[in-house]
């Protein structure tokens, strides 16, 4: 992750600690560049500031494949297998991710980069990590609607 217990955001600035760093100035110009890193990932809507109760996490909204409510969790799901499970209701979550993700379900947002297709026998979206997603029959016209305009973008 991106985020360190330390309070460091970089992970490459991680990797020198900050005891041999030579003087007092560069420490300072050191906590200035986080402070920088910090403003710059808060400000982009491609970076989450994840916080859960082990921690803070920062994760790119593209590595996300999907969210899911969990009674008051909502558990996010990365293409590398990471979840992340933190408190809160699934439509404020919603609302900080960009626009590509979609509402499939009262307790699922799917991630429309990640889609591969959708099985219309047993209404599930599939992504290309494998997962199957089901539909609700609410959202069947937005999901076919999605498919169509991805369709067209390959």
């Known amino acids: 992750p991106i985020g360190l217990p330390e309070g460091r955001i970089c992970r490459f600035l991680s990797l020198r600690p900050a005891g041999h760093l030579p003087s007092c100035e560069d420490q300072a110009c050191l906590d200035v560049l986080c402070a920088q890193c910090v403003e710059e990932l808060e400000g982009s809507a491609e970076v989450l500031q994840i916080h859960t109760r082990q921690g803070s996490y920062a994760v790119s909204a593209s590595d996300i494949l999907f969210c899911q409510s969990d ?35 009262q307790s699922f947002l799917v991630n429309t980069r990640r889609l591969s297709g959708l099985d219309k026998t047993s209404w599930e979206v599939l992504l290309d ?26």
């Open 71 to 105: 009674q008051k969790y909502v558990v996010v799901t990365t293409h590398t297998g990471e979840l992340y499970r933190k408190i809160g209701k699934l439509g404020e979550f919603a609302q900080a991710l960009p626009p590509y993700f979609l509402r499939v379900h």
């Open 129 to 154: 990590s494998g997962h199957r997603i089901p539909v609700s029959r609410a959202y069947h016209g937005a999901v076919l609607e999605q498919i169509q305009k991805c369709r067209f973008k390959r």
